[in-house]
């Protein structure tokens, strides 16, 4: 076991400051969009303005005249782009498979259909606002009543062909009929579009036959791999650089068209190309939720025992690609229930291709089961936590095995307490305060916990400093912090001595910024990267002329607060790291290391999963229709955290996207040109600071040694699942209004 912020001076569990937020606020961190290069041109894609038809005649005469236009590239003049195809593993990745350009069919609004380059941005714009498409038009379908289409048993998705019977154990159906008390409901959770601040972009340089791609990724070598593909190059002779992301959500996860249209460009015109999309293009053509219908069905005892659990569900997915909204993810292990079953299908539309938004699957999924669980309780007239405490698993049932750390209840409980819930009454109206009427709603929360694989190395410097270098990203999150914190933990050298070199693929193989997975899966490659230079820096202590330690052998050494000792002497008459590697006249000494992943393991031990829940209070004024989410407790079991100041900070940043979630987030696509309407941030409204409450936020603290010696698991995502659902109780709580499709919005409230 690692000794963590109980033991005096470890830098595990200490509430650390992010290293990246002096960069941020003073500007000098480089975001991709801020690289800049000699004679470097700016493209601006022309978007489809249909979504549904044929490209008849593309008129670009006038805007390839226009002053400081390079070029007006479109499917006749671009050059080759090849597909990309699946890899093993976490390889290959993309939403949107088709090639920009590859035939003249418009399948969404917002399709990229032609480039413009110029010598500025403003030039660009121009000349792509002045190019001119003639369309075959056909009527969109943009439909939000989703049915599953007919597809097979088992279907492609983005990652792999899926059984869309998800799970299943004894008879739902049987025992659904059968059962004393039931419900049956279906929960709609609309399309979502991420916002991160920064909009996504490429900045692509070409010199020969090597490329080099400045983009905020949340996954470098997966777009290193798809870009090899694309443009028929050996992986090596790619490069992606991704030092800060201005967030990503899960926008900047797999590759985007835009990316190849800049990399077409650059090798087109021979200079490097700036490609940065405008806000509208984040709404079209970079991903988003799709729209999740899910019918839920309860069977319970009338003492609240589940008997019967049934989801079925359908998101719509675009016309060529196959993403699956997995809301089925944390169903099967979250409660006790002998008789379950899970099962979804999807219906195609004229939408840009979905893809994953924070805790993809579980987030809306769980939105819809413990929506179902408060509406049971109330049938029953049972307390909502009560109710999941009759239901607590004691293994996870739907694989037989145990979990390696769970403490869901003892989340309700001090979640429960530091909310004051035993106060609540539960008839609707029935609480007080001030004028307000109050809600009081709860929600259980689950998130994966695993790691991806993840290569690191460490390095011993002669000037007594550490560089940590892995290929993984920081989005936003805190990782270059959290990789400083794990090399110091083993090297003992402070925090500002220590550099971390993440995002750009020439580094060890990191993974992808995704599933809140980094923490967990980098502790065993730093710390094995760690032990590795420290092993290095021994035998060069040894093998020195006229070393203190040439006598000594390697098992007669330690290492500690970065210094080298023999141990019958004591770290007191160590000799510091940099002083060992000058004597032997060397700059560093390097060690690598590896983490395994269990992602996908198929023969696991335990059931691996993160759990947390959510206390909300809303104040209700019906005198003017005004619904506010006025505090919130939040408390999550992510073993060991790492750095309580980061997890806290992505928990209320969930908690803020949740309210959002809840009450404002939704695209609406227009049904007659299928466009994402309110395609820019006054008109798709989200949660901010101004509509954040006292959020108080709790972590258990449990290690979970299933994932790492540190028994830390990551904490992104977490904070969204279930969140809704306690607000939707809460509002419920208030008005005595069921609001069954996201958001809520006050004429659902008008009655
Ligand atoms: Mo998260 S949706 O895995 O970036």
Redo the contacts with the bound molecule.
């Keep these: 076991m690692e000794p963590t912020s109980d033991t005096p001076g470890s830098p595990i569990g200490r509430r650390t400051p992010r290293w990246d937020g002096p960069l941020k606020v003073t500007g000098k961190a480089q975001y991709a969009s801020d690289f800049h290069f000699p004679g470097m041109l700016y493209a601006v894609p022309v978007e489809a303005t249909i979504a549904n038809g044929r490209i008849t005649k593309l008129d670009t005469a006038a805007a390839e005249k226009m002053p400081g236009v390079r070029a007006v590239l479109h499917r006749g003049n671009i050059g080759k782009i090849f597909r990309s195809t699946l890899g093993a593993g976490f390889e290959g990745i993309v939403d949107e498979r088709r090639p920009p350009f590859a035939d003249d069919d418009i399948r969404y609004y917002g399709q990229y259909i032609a480039l413009a380059v110029a010598d500025t941005f403003e030039s660009a714009k121009a000349a792509a606002d002045a190019v001119r498409a003639t369309y075959d038009k056909q009527k969109p379908n943009v439909s939000t009543e989703l049915v599953a289409d007919d597809e097979p048993d088992e279907v492609p998705t983005t990652f792999a062909p899926t059984k869309r019977l998800q799970s299943e154990r004894g008879n739902a159906e049987k025992a659904f009929a059968s059962a004393p008390v039931k419900l049956d409901q279906t929960y709609v959770v609309p399309a979502e579009t991420h916002n991160p601040i920064e909009l996504q972009g490429t900045v692509a340089s070409w010199d020969g036959s090597m490329l080099t791609i400045y983009e905020e990724s ?1 996954g470098v070598f997966n777009l290193q791999g798809v870009l090899a593909q694309m443009f028929g190059l050996p992986k090596e002779n790619v490069r992606v650089i991704t030092k800060f992301v201005g967030s ?3 926008s900047k ?1 797999w590759p985007w068209t835009h990316c190849a249209l800049a990399v077409a460009a650059a090798r087109q015109l021979g200079k490097p190309v700036k490609l940065v999309i405008s806000r509208r293009m984040m709404f079209q053509s970079v991903g988003h939720r799709p729209r999740v219908q899910q019918r839920v069905r309860l069977g319970a005892t009338p003492d609240g025992q589940l008997v019967s659990l049934q989801q079925d569900y359908v998101n719509d997915q675009a016309m060529l690609d196959s993403y699956h909204e997995d809301c089925g993810e944390a169903t099967p292990f979250m409660y006790s229930v002998p008789n379950l079953r899970v099962a979804f299908g999807r219906t195609r539309r004229n939408i840009g291709p979905p893809t ?5 699957g579980a987030v809306p999924g769980l939105y819809a089961t413990e929506s179902a669980l408060n509406e049971l309780a109330a049938q029953l007239k049972i307390d909502p936590v009560r109710l999941r405490v009759l239901n607590e698993p004691k293994i996870d049932e739907s694989v037989g095995l145990p979990f390696s750390s769970r403490h869901l209840l003892e989340c309700y409980q001090v979640g429960g307490e530091k909310f004051g819930w035993s106060k609540r009454t539960p008839e609707v109206g029935s609480m007080k305060r001030d004028g307000l009427t109050l809600g009081w709603g709860v929600g259980g929360a689950a998130w994966i916990a695993a790691r991806f694989p993840a290569d690191a190395s460490v390095q011993l410097r002669d000037d007594g400093t550490v560089r940590v270098a892995c290929g993984t990203q920081d989005i936003g999150t805190g990782t270059y912090t959290i990789l400083a914190q794990l090399a110091s933990q083993k090297t003992g050298v402070p925090l500002d001595k220590i550099e971390v070199v993440l995002g750009d693929t020439s580094l060890p193989v990191g993974p992808i ?4 997975l980094v923490t967990g899966s980098v502790v065993p490659a730093v710390f094995a990267a760690a032990d590795n230079a420290i092993a290095s820096l021994r035998s060069v202590a040894m093998t020195t002329p006229g070393s203190a330690f040439a006598k000594s052998k390697p098992d007669e050494l330690a290492f500690e607060g970065g210094r080298l000792f023999v141990k019958a002497d004591g770290p007191a008459k160590g000799v510091p790291f940099a002083s060992v590697l000058s004597a032997a006249h060397l700059r560093l000494v390097t060690g690598n290391g590896k983490s395994e992943g269990t992602f996908g393991d198929p023969a696991p031990k335990f059931s691996t999963h993160s759990f947390g829940c959510h206390f909300v209070e809303v104040t209700w004024q019906p005198e003017i229709a005004r619904l506010r989410v006025g505090r919130v407790v939040t408390v999550i079991d992510a073993g060991r955290i790492v750095n309580p100041l980061a997890g806290r900070n992505q928990v209320e940043g969930s908690v803020v996207m949740g309210i959002g979630m809840a009450l404002l987030e939704h695209t609406t696509y227009d049904p007659q040109s299928g466009a994402p309407i309110n395609s820019n941030l006054a008109d798709y409204v989200m949660a901010v600071n101004a509509d954040a409450p006292p959020i108080d936020v709790h972590f258990l603290d449990y290690p979970d040694y299933a994932i790492n010696v540190l028994g830390a698991r990551g904490i ?2 977490i904070g969204l699942a279930g969140f809704a659902a306690a607000v939707t109780e809460a509002v419920h709580h208030a008005t005595g209004v069921r609001v069954r499709e996201l958001p809520v919005k006050i004429e659902d409230l008008l009655g």
């Design positions: 949340q990503g959500f899960g996860l994953a938004m924070r805790g993809p910024s995704g599933g809140s992104g995502e």
